[in-house]
């Protein structure tokens, strides 16, 4: 009973029509009551996988959040939703944390990141997310260790506050998105200084604002080639936060938090196990052979 009710969550079941379909499916009446002991054992059974003790580590960490709108005492607000994915070291992707905040800030990143690393997180060598100032702060405090890739596909957006309106489309952008697709970080930043002289006189906001947050981007290139495309932005998490869109926005409001987290963490769990069941998304061998070379050459040094 418990897994039918999580597929009819995940397939985007409203919560009213869910006592209904359980009568149906199984021939009997059911209580208000008997379908809230069901809902509970559900959502103690998704807290459980989602405070599951980390046992591996995963070199790789993506951060996103997005926003839903939750009735809480009769008032309508938006929560963050906090989502962070891993990679392994079999180069398996994996969900490990969705978790509601008030908002983005440093404080509720930090919590969130603090409570993966109680659960085991470990083994971090490389964070990819957005530049949000909270998120930013909580990563240089929770994981200092790590190296942080900003979203080139974030900044890019970004670049368009520094552009004249109806300029979108300029070819200045065109140019600047090939910088990402270099075979190394010397060649982008050789092509960034012509970049810089070529539009410097027509954009110079643009152009200074660049030059002071585009290294942020370049970190990616720090990797093995292989994984270059899939690291250097958080699209990675693409498909989960499409699914979480598409299967939210037809709710549009959640009755209460409960509710929402229940639907949020059920979606989440099946894409965690449709993950698991494909061929690996990374070959890791790239990264053992890139620490080993590493590892050689701090030693020659010492």
């Not at 659960?119 to 405090?141: E, M, T, Y």
């Not at 810089?196 to 954009?203: D, E, P, V």
């Not at 209460?256 to 987290?261: P, Q, T």
Request: charged share 35%.
């Amino acid at each position: 009973m418990v897994a039918a009710l999580g597929e009819m969550y995940v397939q985007g079941v409203s919560t009213r029509k869910v006592k209904a379909i359980t009568e149906e499916l199984c021939g009997q009446e059911f209580s208000a009551s008997t379908i809230s002991a069901i809902n509970r054992r559900l959502d103690e059974e998704l807290e459980r996988f989602m405070c599951r003790r980390l046992e591996e580590e995963y070199p790789y960490v993506i951060l996103d959040a997005r926003y839903e709108r939750i009735r809480q005492e009769g008032i309508i607000s938006s929560r963050a939703v906090l989502v962070a994915i891993g990679v392994d070291w079999e180069g398996r992707r994996q969900v490990l944390g969705v978790e509601l905040a008030n908002r983005e800030s440093s404080s509720s990143w930090k919590e969130f990141l603090s409570r993966l690393k109680s659960r085991g997180l470990r083994g971090v060598k490389f964070v990819v997310s957005d530049d949000h100032p909270g998120l930013k702060s909580a990563i240089a405090q929770v994981l200092p260790e790590a190296l942080w890739q900003r979203c080139y596909v974030h900044f890019l957006r970004n670049a368009l506050d520094y552009l004249p309106r109806r300029k979108a489309d300029d070819d200045c952008l065109t140019e600047l998105r090939w910088f990402y697709e270099r075979r190394n970080v010397e060649e982008a930043r050789r092509d960034l200084t012509a970049w810089l002289a070529k539009w410097q006189g027509k954009y110079p906001k643009l152009c200074e604002w660049v030059e002071n947050n585009i290294e942020e981007t370049f970190t990616f290139y720090r990797l093995p080639k292989e994984h270059h495309k899939h690291l250097k932005s958080t699209n990675v998490l693409e498909r989960l936060n499409q699914e979480l869109k598409r299967r939210t926005q037809v709710i549009r409001i959640f009755p209460n938090e409960a509710s929402s987290l229940r639907l949020l963490r059920a979606l989440a769990v099946e894409i965690h196990e449709d993950w698991l069941e494909r061929p690996r998304y990374l070959n890791m061998e790239a990264l053992r052979e890139q620490r080993k070379t590493e590892l050689r050459g701090l030693k020659a040094a010492a």
